[in-house]
């Protein structure tokens, strides 16, 4: 493989990232949106984090904010970001244009529509590196073919110089990591990166992204909404929900003792190989809360089939089970006495779960 | 090459149809006292002249052999003879060309030069107070008629302040650039403003919908400067209705000039055809819409390849087809 710059390494001891209460709001008519409402959490250097959250709990919004790409008009930002130990919540898009693709760079969610479709994929992948790096043409051009090598792109040469229309949509997600990777980032976002391919290529495209985090020491924040994609490809998982973060655990202790309702239910929902063919998936019934009038207490309350009166009136803090990396935002979590009790009794009366029918 | 071949066909279908179909029309009107020939040359002149014009130029003849006779004397650029002026076509017909050519390349190009950075920038800054402002101006302009504009600019530019002299179109650049330039200069204001105003509207419109697209986000987070994403991503990907407002402007210059030529006494060829059309001048009339058909469809071919250049996947459909 290639060893094109790795990202510069200023290695300060402190995490690669670390927000503390994060807020990001959008000033609309209806209302300002709360949709990211004090996110803490820290990531270490070559770790992956998975944000997982249903559409609308501002897990895209949170990794937009962290990267500054959110437009200046109407959105209000607070709270710490510190990245590589420097404070860059407050910075401008001028001063973080610096950072974007350099230190920090994002997949995209399709990528039908996020390549230029009037650009050649080697103007598209060269174009960070002239800028960023101050390469010459050809030295450039020569990278990018590397580059198409590396996300596994047979016949290099000749892509670089076609359209993204001519490529497969794989292609075009493997050009999207070509880019991004361009510069050799510390930190690579990669938003919902396989919904909108084949399920045939998805296993492969989440392949690639690990393996090139490996191979560059990058971390990589995974946005999902499918707890199935981070299950094998992450390090840690943080629950979103409501502009909230509502459980985060290492992968492996989160898929074995999950606290939170709410992922319990994200899991839930997720067809499973050993279940018997027509199963009825789980769905989460109810719709994520609106987010000018976030509901008191829990956000997940008014959805959740374990709650009580106290979950409806006071906010659970977030607190850490008796392993300190594992922490959950929850009155009565899984696996407590309440929840069994709700449990019982939700056995006797057959309602249908969560309203689905 | 099929694609060429299919577009120059059409060409010759459009431009045999017009000016056959001109020719015939104004043959039903010449017809429509009796003779087409004493009609054509007035009510006073010898029986041998009207016999031999209508000889030389087959009036008595069917349409169709009329119509062969008039295509053979264009390809040698004669374009016929006409009556009230008791000349050739082709002489005076010069002239008239070269003043609307110059209307109208030079309206365009400023336009250009006009609305596109002022688009890029609105769309940059939209919904921003310099945004807002110059959508108030260009919705103005748009509204303020040529009839208008045209005696204000001409009150404020060459009577009031005296900038530039009154106007003779005899001027060409070869002879004089500045008395040229001087010359027209009111003239093209009047035709640019309102084309400025609205391709301002048209790809400003388009900018900011292409602002928003993935693409354009993923530019910004490439790291690439702002300046770069607007002019290298995005005004490529906008530009297509604007193109195709451009084609429409370059194919419809001698309409469009007509108000301006007749106000300011600019002797082009909108004037000239209203005139032509007015005296039975069936040559003069025949000539000028030749060159119109002949405009509009060569202006729809460019418009049509730039396209293809802009677009590789418009070019690759069509290598395909």
């Known amino acids: 493989m290639s060893n094109i710059s790795q990202a510069s390494s200023r290695d300060t001891g402190a995490p690669l990232l670390e927000l503390t209460d994060v807020k990001t709001h959008f000033r609309t008519r209806r209302g300002l949106v709360r949709a990211v409402d004090g996110v803490s959490l820290t990531l270490e250097r070559g770790k992956s984090l998975g944000v997982v959250g249903e559409s609308g709990s501002g897990k895209t919004i949170l990794s937009r904010s962290i990267m500054g790409l959110l437009p200046t008009k109407g959105t209000e930002r607070h709270g710490s970001i510190r990245f590589q130990g420097q404070e860059i919540g407050n910075l401008g898009r001028k001063q973080m244009r610096h950072i974007w693709g350099r230190e920090m760079a994002m997949i995209f969610q399709d990528p039908m529509t996020s390549l230029n479709p009037l650009m050649k994929i080697g103007r598209q992948i060269t174009e960070p590196l002239e800028i960023h790096l101050g390469m010459d043409k050809d030295n450039a051009w020569a990278t990018a073919e590397r580059l198409l090598q590396d996300v596994r792109i047979p016949e290099g040469a000749r892509r670089l110089h076609q359209y993204p229309h001519e490529l497969s949509g794989g292609m075009r997600q493997r050009v999207m990591i070509a880019i991004a990777m361009a510069c050799g980032p510390t930190l690579l976002f990669a938003d919902e990166p396989t919904t909108a391919l084949d399920v045939t290529v998805q296993a492969q495209i989440l392949d690639l992204l690990n393996d090139q985090r490996k191979e560059r020491n990058m971390s990589l924040i995974l946005v999902t909404h499918d707890l199935g994609v981070v299950a094998g490809h992450t390090d840690e998982i943080a629950v979103m929900y409501g502009g909230k973060l509502v459980e985060k655990a290492p992968t492996r202790v989160l898929f074995a003792d999950m606290k939170m309702p709410y992922t319990e239910a994200l899991m839930q929902s997720i067809p499973k190989i050993d279940d018997p063919s027509h199963t009825r998936l789980l769905a989460i019934g109810g719709r994520p809360p609106d987010l000018v009038n976030p509901p008191n207490g829990c956000r997940f309350a008014p959805r959740c089939l374990y709650a009580r009166d106290r979950c409806l009136t006071e906010e659970p803090p977030l607190r850490a089970t008796d392993n300190p990396e594992h922490t959950y935002a929850c009155w009565y979590p899984v696996g407590s006495a309440e929840y069994y009790q709700a449990k019982a009794r939700l056995a006797e009366t057959p309602v249908a779960v969560g309203g689905l029918d | ?321």
């Open chain 2, 1 to 321: 090459m099929r694609y060429a071949l299919q577009r120059f066909t059409q060409f010759l279908i459009v431009f045999f149809l017009v000016t056959f179909g001109v020719m015939v029309f104004m043959r039903i009107g010449l017809n429509k006292p009796g003779d087409p020939a004493r009609t054509m040359l007035g009510g006073t002149v010898s029986q041998e002249l009207i016999d031999s014009t209508t000889a030389k130029f087959h009036l008595d003849s069917n349409y169709f052999v009329q119509y062969w006779f008039w295509l053979k004397g264009m390809l040698t650029l004669d374009f016929g003879y006409s009556a009230p002026n008791n000349m050739a076509v082709t002489t005076y017909l010069k002239p008239r060309v070269l003043t609307t050519v110059f209307l109208g390349v030079y309206s365009i190009f400023f336009a250009l030069v006009i609305a596109v950075p002022l688009a890029v920038y609105q769309a940059y800054k939209r919904d921003r107070s310099f945004d807002k402002l110059s959508s108030f101006a260009t919705f103005f302009f748009i509204s303020v008629p040529a009839v208008v504009l045209a005696p204000l600019l001409k009150y404020v530019f060459i009577d009031w302040l005296a900038w530039f002299p009154r106007l003779s179109s005899k001027i060409y650049p070869w002879d004089d650039l500045v008395g040229h330039f001087k010359n027209f200069f009111v003239p093209v204001l009047v035709l640019t403003i309102p084309l400025a105003a609205v391709w301002t509207r048209l790809l400003r419109a388009d900018m900011v919908q292409t602002l928003q697209s993935d693409f354009i986000t993923l530019a910004s987070a490439k790291g690439v400067p702002p300046s770069r994403v607007l002019w290298g991503h995005a005004l490529r990907n906008s530009v297509f209705s604007l193109v195709t407002s451009v084609g429409f402007q370059l194919g419809g210059l001698v309409g469009g000039a007509l108000i301006v030529e007749a106000y300011f006494n600019m002797k082009g060829m909108g004037s000239l055809l209203v005139v032509a059309i007015l005296s039975s001048d069936l040559f003069t009339v025949q000539a000028v819409s030749a060159i119109l058909v002949a405009c509009v469809v060569l202006v729809n071919l460019g418009v049509d390849l730039s396209y293809a250049l802009i677009d590789p996947r418009i070019r690759h459909a069509r290598a395909l087809s």
